[in-house]
């Protein structure tokens, strides 16, 4: 007796199926700036939509807690084997569920609790789990903060040196969530022998550049590099760790079964559809393009009167710096989102503001490339964003019917650049 076709979603839940399509409309329609998200593929969706969410696979290739395992074995090693040529890296280990997770791995396999580490500071445009307080990283180890000059907004690399030679920590961060300039790798790992740390770089932000040859590598300079595998790497949302074969064992072990069960061999198998699109010709040329493109925005946003931090940017994001203006970033991200542009409300260096309702906005442009658009429309992209603020500062507020207005500009600018996997 053969099984009766299944229903698909839209008949088992109409409900989920209405807002999954509902969110398909607003990505197609939308100016996607969050400089964390992306438009995957529609290959590295299906491989995420794929029947390996059913198998579970505690362990490493080879070395498994359950059988069946014919086929994830050989996915996991091409994985391994594509993320290793991307970044030209000694071992990888792609398992790790997220950023974070893998951040926690990497000092669970090279430091004790109560170690001391440095990271770049959250207001200064670094990422919780390089130590900030309100983190497990600052919480189970003693994290030592350097920050950005006043004066340009750039890392002082003098305030490195002397804060590593001062707290002789374990292991030093460089990586960022919100810092627009390139990273000195170099310069981190000579501190970093300086003073006997081990150097961690989070990528998370800047892999896709890396792996395009857009943004200098850390991989010859740090110990362990952390990144997700969405973001500018434009793959599932996920983790990965890359490291020298010295640690290999510490940083496997440290992820499974120091951190994790189960391995997500569904995300497992579109990492590895990601790192093959990476590895494509046509991934350096987008690469660029997000540079490219972002500088152009830079420059346009900065001609429309508006403020950066740091005066522009060498990656793919930049800070739009509202205080001059004495704006609240919330506020006006959530005018720009009725507006159909969306971004993300961010803390500038020295904010006057509270951290919820910081002075600064946050825009990337890995998204927008990933539809094509390059530095020719960046000038259009501006003059949206400036009216959707100019709007936001009205003493009377935004009204409904000019947000609509600036909306259909935005989807009628669009129209030509398809969305990726929808």
């Not at 398992?95 to 000092?107: E, M, T, V």
Request: hydrophobic share 40%; with cysteine.
């Amino acid at each position: 007796m053969h099984a009766r076709p299944e229903p698909d979603l839209r008949a088992v839940d109409p409900e989920i199926d209405a807002l999954i399509r509902q969110e398909d409309d607003r990505q197609r329609d939308s100016l996607r700036l969050i400089a964390s998200e992306n438009y995957a593929s529609r290959a590295v969706l299906q491989a995420t939509a794929s029947s390996l969410t059913n198998k579970y696979a505690e362990g490493y290739p080879g070395k498994r807690y359950y059988e069946g395992m014919d086929v994830i074995d050989p996915l996991e090693s091409l994985a391994i084997a594509r993320a290793r040529e991307l970044f030209a890296a000694e071992h990888a280990n792609v398992q790790p569920y997220s950023g974070s997770p893998a951040n926690l791995a990497a000092l669970l396999a090279l430091c004790q609790p109560g170690d001391t580490i440095m990271g770049l500071s959250l207001p200064a445009g670094g990422h919780l789990t390089h130590g900030w307080k309100v983190s497990a990283t600052g919480i189970y180890y003693k994290a030592v903060q350097y920050g950005v000059r006043r004066d340009d907004h750039r890392i002082d690399m003098d305030e490195v040196r002397s804060l590593a030679q001062t707290h002789r920590p374990k292991l030093i961060w460089v990586g960022h969530s919100a810092y627009p300039r390139q990273l000195d790798f170099p310069a981190f790992a000579a501190i970093a022998r300086e003073v006997g740390a081990y150097l961690a770089a989070d990528i998370a932000h800047i892999a896709g550049l890396v792996a395009g040859g857009a943004h200098p590598s850390p991989v010859p300079h740090a110990d362990v590099v952390t990144t997700t595998t969405h973001k500018t790497l434009r793959g599932p949302r996920g983790g990965l760790i890359l490291c020298r074969s010295a640690h290999a064992a510490a940083i496997d072990k440290a992820v499974f079964p120091g951190l994790q069960g189960g391995p997500h061999c569904h995300i497992t198998a579109a990492k590895a559809v990601a790192f093959k699109e990476a590895l494509d010709p046509s991934f350096r040329t987008y690469a660029h393009n997000i540079v490219a493109s972002a500088r152009a925005l830079a420059e346009a946003l900065l001609a429309r009167g508006l403020t950066l931090s740091t005066g522009g940017t060498d990656n793919h994001l930049m800070l739009i710096d509202l205080s001059p203006r004495d704006l609240a970033g919330r506020k006006v991200a959530q005018v720009l989102n009725r507006c159909g542009i969306e971004l993300n409300a961010n803390a500038i260096p020295f904010d006057p503001r509270k951290p919820f309702d910081p002075s600064g906005l946050r825009v990337g442009l890995a998204a927008l490339c990933s539809r094509g658009l390059g530095p020719a429309e960046m000038t259009t992209t501006a003059a949206l964003i400036a009216d959707a603020i100019d709007l936001a500062a009205r003493p009377e507020g935004a009204d409904d019917e000019r947000c609509a207005q600036i909306r259909g500009r935005v989807v009628e600018f669009l129209q030509p650049f398809p969305a990726p996997g929808l």
